[in-house]
């Protein structure tokens, strides 16, 4: 399929090659360095038996009081936590308090993580006896989609007040996702959640994905998705991208 | 709103196959754009004007070549294209919907044109 469609540019040029320059081939991913950056942090993180998560979401989804829930109810799972904000370390001191090792990369207005600030990032962290490295992204459900950063899952949440379309709005985003977790479940009532129609968006648009329904804030629900991730650490899915 | 750096790793590719080959100037650069790949292509062309200045690409053309977004039906064995803005893809022959993205997603400088 590919090269049918190289195929097709190339002959349009070839006819007009002998007014024009001469053409090179060049076949080069524009995300390839990222792409090399991220397998080399897949190997590195495997090396030191990691289950890498980056986790997405718009700014407010509750990307923060999620981690920061898993954290304490699952110190079993010992954790080192990158945090990406384009200002402040709020989020990093909420994570660090639920007893994490913290490190905060400031984008400074850059809309998403790279492989490259990742790799800077884990330099800062132990990671010899930690079984988690959780990347929250930055809040932001289109730039952070195209950049692999070496991580074995992809967590997207979505909250209820964000309306039952985010799935058709971002389906980029969505495509990409293992797992999408639909937080701040115990308001859903009162701002009309409609469930039944955010499952069929989710379903058409990544039907491979996990869903699963939580309160980050009470808790409810957090159990699947702990079973859910204890199956895939039993799976040693940590080499996998 | 990352086509800025986009465009200028673009232009960081073109040059280098450019210098590769001794060439003076590059008359034109051929990117390939999935539907899916979360680049604009307007916003990518406005970014890649600016990329190129003071570069071997100075005065050279970007031209984006769109991929759709193709899928695979398991149940069907077959790659079928989408034609839906939300990405929904639906098998043509049964209906049912697919995760299997087979393009759609590519970012590619996929040629570039050289004088001299």
Redesign the interface.
Known sequence: ??SE??TI??TL?SDRETE????????????A?NQEIAAENRARFARHGLFVANVLSSPGSGKTTFLARMLRERPDLPAAVIVGDLATDNDAEALRSAGAEVVQIMTGG???LEAAMVSTAADQLVLDGKRLLLIENVGNL??P??YDLGEALRIVLVSVTEGEDK??KY??MF?TADVVVINKMDIAEPVDFDGDAMRGNL???????TVIEVSARTGAGMEAFYADLDARLAKGSVALG | MHELSIARTVVDLAVRAATDDRAERITRVGLRVGMFAGVDAGALDSAFAVARLGTLAETALLEIDSVPLVCHCAGCDIDFEVDDRHGIARCPRCSTVSGDVRHGMELEVSFVEVVG
Do not use: F, Q
């Open positions: 399929m590919m469609v190289r540019g190339v040029l024009r320059g001469r053409l090179l081939e060049v076949e080069k991913g524009v995300l360095r850059v809309c998403h289109v730039c989609a195209s799935p058709l389906p980029r495509k379903a058409t648009v990544c039907p491979r994905a």
